[in-house]
């Protein structure tokens, strides 16, 4: 198993993070974070039930 989760939050560590959004659709996801860095792949999505761990992420930085 790919350890999606994993590999984004070092990318977040590693400050390649650019921003975040919310969106209502992005492909076949409702309601998504987006997560957009400066290197490939340029943006990851996050789906709902993720939300708040990431909001923890983003709170200390």
Do not use: A, G
Request: proline share 5%.
């Amino acid at each position: 198993m790919y350890p999606y989760h994993n590999k984004i939050k070092q990318r977040i560590k590693n400050q390649e993070l650019i921003r975040y959004e919310y969106v209502d659709k992005y492909k076949n996801i409702s309601t998504c974070l987006l997560l957009h860095f400066s290197t490939e792949p340029k943006v990851k999505p996050i789906r709902e039930h993720r939300f708040q761990e990431y909001e923890e992420i983003f709170k200390s930085f």
